[in-house]
Nanobody, 122 residues
């Protein structure tokens, strides 16, 4: 059974940094593309970042480009999202997801974590 468990969410102020983690089990992590999606209250799920199985390719939502960095450790079966210079609009629930390809559509992802809440307020 695939499990994706996010952690690292919490409260931050504009300009602060947070690092999210997602520990994966039950899948051959090193062969999966991994992504972060996010969802604000009363809004649709939104792609944030994706990383290829080997970490060589990444893609970001324009709104987070240059501020967020997605990375992975295939030995630890862990995905990360380093969030710098955070803004109030980053206040969302962040989900990690796994797919057998490098994709930005939620439809391509079969396995999801339960999410971690990030709050950004001054």
């Amino acid at each position: 059974q695939v499990q994706l468990v996010e952690s690292g969410g919490g409260s931050a102020q504009p300009g602060d940094s947070l690092r999210l983690s997602c520990v994966a089990s039950g899948l051959d992590f090193a062969n999966y593309g991994m992504a972060w999606f996010r969802q604000a209250p009363d809004k649709e799920l939104e792609f944030a970042a994706v990383i290829s199985w080997n970490g060589y390719s990444t893609l970001y939502l324009d709104a987070v480009q240059g501020r967020f960095t997605i990375s992975r450790d295939n030995v630890k079966n862990t995905l990360y999202l380093q969030m710098n210079n955070m803004k109030t609009e980053d206040r969302e629930v962040y989900y990690c997801a796994a797919a057998r390809e490098f994709a930005r559509s939620e439809k391509d992802y079969d396995d999801w974590g339960k999410g971690t809440q990030v709050t950004v307020s001054s």
